[in-house]
């Protein structure tokens, strides 16, 4: 029997195997997938998981990017060094989340991938978890097993707090003259933004909406924009996806088992920033369940309290930013994009060199007269 099988080898289920081994505990990862495997993401990373980790990240990144470009319609340009201690990290996700459970694995962690997890049952005091290559016992389970995942209903989570966003990308293979830039454009979709991420060998291209409305037709959005850098996205191939997006405090717990990254509706409702908190919620979980094998009872309340207390605050920030942002983005584009400071603020943010709670109250007022007031 396991100390704790963790369901899902992104970044959440990555780094809380790399935490647990460390810590001398047993760990199964249990991926679906066989690794590496592609996963829909722009692929932008902030430096600042670092400080959770002991080893260098330098073979996981593609390229880094320093600098920011935002565009509304296409024109109306604004350029900005982000002006941080280390540039956002642009990654490729098969290469960056295989990496992390590399790390885990040297650690002790046991991987298990291209195993379907179908079905879990609670046994006294310990989780039995079916796979199509039969069963596997472990005292606590973590479920990082994304949006779309099973994990979160058989715990017995039916109706997480959650805003589901839609999100389009293509990954175009190019020769990219400038990858120290990373592009966003504000003007085509409605709700959302589209992004143009650098990697060495081509370009991440996506659009997402992130506060619901009208349908659109992303496919022809992301042509457009494609087309704008003389790239053609008819040849390459294209994923549509959701993300989960933080929608209020949430009870992250259940018997001998915790939700981790996507499964946690963990993302950043301005910016659909997944990664870090991702990273985030497995340290936490790692730590939590580690308690709770040396006998604390409370252990995992207080994952949901340190979730909720930590991310949960920032991200009620964040989202009442990208509500008034993406409901007005006109405004949002003339008094928080195109202000000088505006977007060394937006990269600061990024790199975890400022948050939303440092900046949302000034933010808010100018976005909508009388905020606070």
């Known amino acids: 029997?396991?100390?704790?099988?963790?369901?899902?080898?992104?970044?959440?289920?990555?780094?809380?195997?790399?935490?647990?081994?460390?810590?001398g505990r047993s760990v199964?990862?249990?991926?679906?997938?066989?690794?590496?495997?592609?996963?829909?993401?722009?692929?932008g990373v902030s430096p600042a998981i670092a400080q959770w980790f002991d080893f260098d990240f330098s073979p996981a990144i593609s390229v880094k990017a320093d600098s920011l470009r935002f565009t509304w319609n296409l024109g109306d340009p604004v350029e900005a060094k982000i002006a941080t201690k280390e540039p956002v990290w642009m990654v490729r996700r098969d290469i960056f989340d295989h990496f992390l459970v590399q790390q885990g694995q040297k650690q002790g962690a046991e991987l298990r991938?291209?195993?379907?997890?179908?079905?879990?049952?609670?046994?006294?005091?310990?989780?039995?978890?079916?796979?199509?290559?039969?069963?596997?016992?472990g005292r606590y389970l973590i479920a990082a097993d994304g949006a779309?995942?099973?994990?979160?209903?058989?715990?017995?989570?039916?109706?997480?707090?959650?805003?589901?966003?839609?999100a389009l990308e293509a990954e175009v293979t190019a020769n990219v003259k400038d990858t120290s830039t990373i592009h966003f454009e504000f003007g085509l979709v409605k709700n959302g933004y589209i992004w143009n991420f650098p990697k060495?060998?081509?370009?991440?291209?996506?659009?997402?909406?992130?506060?619901?409305?009208?349908?659109?037709?992303?496919?022809?959005?992301?042509?457009?924009?494609?087309?704008?850098?003389?790239?053609?996205?008819?040849?390459?191939?294209?994923?549509?996806?959701?993300?989960?997006?933080?929608n209020g405090n949430q009870k992250l717990h259940?018997?001998?088992?915790?939700?981790a990254g996507e499964a946690a509706c963990v993302?950043?409702?301005?910016?659909?920033?997944?990664?870090?908190?991702?990273?985030?919620?497995?340290?936490?979980?790692?730590?939590?369940i580690n308690e709770a094998l040396s006998g604390d009872t409370n252990a995992l309340e207080k994952y949901s309290e340190a979730i909720n207390g930590q991310w949960g605050t920032e991200m009620a920030w964040a989202q009442k930013l990208g509500g008034a942002f993406y409901r007005f983005p006109g405004i949002g584009y003339k008094v928080g994009?195109?202000?000088?400071?505006?977007?060394?603020?937006?990269?600061?943010?990024?790199?975890?060199?400022?948050?939303?709670?440092?900046?949302?109250?000034r933010a808010l007022k100018r976005l909508i007269p009388g905020f606070g007031g």
């Open 1 to 23: 029997m396991y100390d704790c099988i963790i369901v899902g080898a992104g970044p959440a289920g990555g780094t809380a195997a790399y935490h647990l081994a460390k810590q």
């Open 28 to 43: 199964l990862v249990l991926e679906k997938e066989s690794l590496p495997r592609y996963k829909p993401c722009g692929g």
């Open 113 to 137: 991938d291209h195993t379907e997890v179908t079905g879990i049952e609670f046994q006294s005091d310990y989780w039995q978890v079916n796979t199509a290559n039969g069963p596997v016992t």
């Open 148 to 166: 779309k995942g099973p994990m979160a209903k058989w715990l017995g989570f039916k109706d997480r707090k959650r805003r589901l966003a839609a």
């Open 200 to 246: 060495a060998d081509g370009y991440s291209l996506g659009v997402g909406t992130f506060i619901g409305g009208e349908p659109q037709d992303f496919k022809k959005i992301l042509d457009e924009y494609a087309r704008s850098f003389n790239l053609d996205i008819k040849t390459s191939k294209q994923y549509g996806y959701p993300l989960c997006l933080w």
């Open 254 to 259: 259940t018997q001998n088992a915790v939700l």
């Open 267 to 288: 993302v950043d409702p301005m910016t659909a920033e997944g990664i870090r908190p991702s990273i985030f919620s497995g340290l936490i979980a790692a730590g939590a």
């Open 337 to 361: 994009v195109k202000r000088p400071s505006g977007a060394k603020i937006m990269g600061k943010i990024m790199c975890g060199e400022l948050r939303y709670s440092d900046v949302a109250g």
